[in-house]
């Protein structure tokens, strides 16, 4: 009988050391998995991206620099034709973002930041209230109210 009794207190213990051995190899597997993910998927963004299309600040590689060929070396002295311009933005600093044939951009008009989505004709497609808008009481940068980011797509 006493017999009996060590042999179901290993069988108990085997079990735990079961179970914490597989939680353990359940543990690393995900994380080695998660690690994984979460380097590839930046890769997979910039994998699925069109070619013309700049969609967060400093461009698809956030190198600043354009993957399109065909480009001019030089501007000649007149530089290029002007194709439209958007009144009614508001202030800010927000640079544009550009995917799907849509330019995004950042306002502030009043005490309220917009976010605006401009077709590639420069007509307005919608905008967004985007909370309050940023403003500075210091004298030295009174000028620089308004959004000073740009939106990533």
Partial sequence: MGRNNNNDK??????HNTARRDN????????WLLSLLLVLMPSLKLAS????????????NRT??????GLLKAWDEKGPALLFTIPG??????SVAIA????????STGNQSFLYAIDLNGKLVWKKPNGPAWTV???????YNGPKSTPDL
């Fill in 89 to 94: 933005l508001g202030e800010g600093y927000s």
């Fill in 49 to 60: 991206q069109k070619p013309g299309e700049w969609p967060c600040f400093h461009g698809l």
């Fill in 100 to 107: 799907g044939g849509v330019i995004y951009t950042a306002g």
């Fill in 64 to 69: 600043n620099l354009s993957e399109e060929t």
């Fill in 10 to 15: 290993d069988m108990i213990r085997g079990f």
């Fill in 24 to 31: 353990h190899y359940s543990r690393f597997y995900y994380s």
């Fill in 137 to 143: 009481t210091v004298s030295w940068a009174s000028s």
